[in-house]
């Protein structure tokens, strides 16, 4: 799960919510888009509503952004909080990797871990710009590139679980002497 916001602070709205959720299928990916500000509150009653079934949430930060932004916004609305879900905050596993790295940013975990490279990526601090000249536009181009940064966060968070769970696991293993 990753948002993008129209602030830091959880007054602001948010507009977008990318998911990736294991289905028979295989992994998909979702995107919630509040395309102007008034709908913010079906996307979070949609998003309550199929969170409903995860029994474990992957976020980067989330602990600490992604998911207390959700639950002000819920709480903003009246809407019903979601019960304490099981929240696997890979930030806080990546801080404990012992790769050399220059800092513990999703993109920097994807270019180091990975090996892949954004090119042409929207920097975060741009999304909320672009997010209100859409809404007073409805240029639906002037997204795109913020779909696309959701769209590969998400995707990078699926990529690196398994990589930075495997190198925890490593790293309790020597821990313990084995």
Known sequence: L???TTGLWASQPLFLVGTMQWQQQGMVLEQLLARHY???EALLAY???SLQQAQVIVTFNGKR????????RLVYYHLPRLDDMLQVDLYFHAKRLPHDLPNRRLVTLEENLLGHEREGDVPGYLIPT?????VQTQEASLLMPVLEHNAQDVITLA??????????EEIAHVSAGG
């Open 130 to 134: 672009i997010y209100h000249r859409f």
């Open 2 to 4: 990753d948002i993008e």
């Open 65 to 72: 952004f992604d998911w207390p932004y959700i639950e002000q």
């Open 47 to 49: 998003l309550v509503e």
């Open 159 to 168: 990529q690196l679980l398994p990589l930075v769970m495997s190198a925890q």
């Open 38 to 40: 008034r709908e913010e």
